[in-house]
């Protein structure tokens, strides 16, 4: 039964409030992707980090990661700069176009998990984040 599976169970799920945030975003021009990633950049000390820890964090592969990063820098979102020390790394940070978002993107995540956990409890809510931190976090390979 189809209804069992939760590949189907969490595919559906995933698919619905993609569409529901992507459609909330489209309102500062960006997708959940590059909300993803600017949403980590400011977690991170300096607002700085590099495309590999980007896609650790998000779990993306590099030529994914770099996809992104390429339409962000072309929307002034980050800047890419060459570390100084190190040839080899480059270090992604946001612009301030990009950090005049925060305040609306933030407030667009809140909204959209508003709206995703309205029919939860807070005590259903808080399991249902622990058990997908859970599932993240497993050894499925």
């Known amino acids: 039964m189809v209804d069992n599976c939760m590949n189907y169970l969490l595919s559906v799920?995933?698919?619905?409030?993609f569409k529901y945030y992507s459609k909330?975003?489209?309102?500062q021009g960006i997708t959940s992707a590059q909300a993803g990633v600017l949403t980590y950049i400011w977690s991170v000390p300096d607002n700085k980090t590099t495309p590999k820890e980007i896609g650790k964090k998000l779990h993306l592969e590099a030529p994914t990661v770099s996809g992104i990063l390429d339409k962000m820098q072309k929307l002034d979102l980050i800047n890419r700069e060459v570390d100084p020390?190190?040839?080899?790394?480059?270090?992604v940070t946001p612009t301030n176009?990009?950090?005049q978002m925060k305040t609306s993107i933030k407030s667009t995540t809140e909204e959209m998990?508003?709206?995703?956990?309205?029919?939860?409890?807070?005590e259903e809510a808080e399991l249902l984040k622990q058990f997908l931190?859970?599932?993240?976090?497993?050894e499925i390979k």
């Not at 909330?24 to 309102?27: C, I």
């Open 97 to 99: 176009k990009a950090n």
């Open 24 to 27: 909330l975003l489209e309102r």
């Open 113 to 122: 998990n508003q709206q995703v956990l309205k029919d939860f409890s807070s």
């Open 133 to 138: 931190t859970k599932l993240i976090h497993s």
């Open 13 to 17: 799920t995933q698919h619905k409030v």
């Open 85 to 91: 020390d190190n040839r080899r790394i480059i270090f």
